[in-house]
């Protein structure tokens, strides 16, 4: 099982930036997808941005194109979300996850995720 950890939320102003951090304390190569998803109070999780840890493959949730951008260093077992123009409705906890699939479009598809942390908070005010 993969141990995850997040960070780097916090509070912002609308149109603001942060950047995510998701670290594996240990990183299986079973592992092929890595995820960010989000969760705000009283909604259900839904997937942000997905990529593959081999390879250029990424996908955006439609709330979020343009303006998020996910990207990993595998060196350092690390995905990051890069989030600039934030807006109130971005207010949730983000928790990165991670999946081993066969196809891309599993990956992308943001079901069956391995969830390994507590998330981070990022509030827009």
């Known amino acids: 099982h993969v141990q995850l950890v997040e960070s780097g939320g916090g509070s912002v102003q609308t149109g603001g930036s942060l950047a995510l951090s998701c670290v594996a304390a240990?990183?299986?190569?079973?592992?092929?997808?890595m995820g960010w998803f989000r969760q705000a109070p009283g909604k259900e999780r839904e997937g942000v941005a997905a990529?593959?840890?081999?390879?250029?493959?990424?996908a955006y949730a439609d709330a979020v194109k343009g303006r998020f951008t996910i990207s990993r260093d595998n060196a350092k077992h690390a995905v990051y979300l890069q989030m600039n123009n934030l807006k109130p409705e971005d207010t949730a906890r983000y928790y990165c996850?991670?999946?081993?699939?066969?196809?891309?479009?599993?990956?992308?598809?943001?079901?069956?995720?391995?969830?390994g942390g507590q998330g981070t908070q990022v509030t827009v005010s």
């Open positions: 240990k990183l299986t190569y079973s592992s092929n997808c």
């Open positions: 990529i593959l840890l081999r390879g250029d493959d990424t």
């Open positions: 996850a991670s999946l081993r699939a066969t196809r891309w479009r599993d990956c992308a598809s943001y079901l069956g995720y391995n969830y």
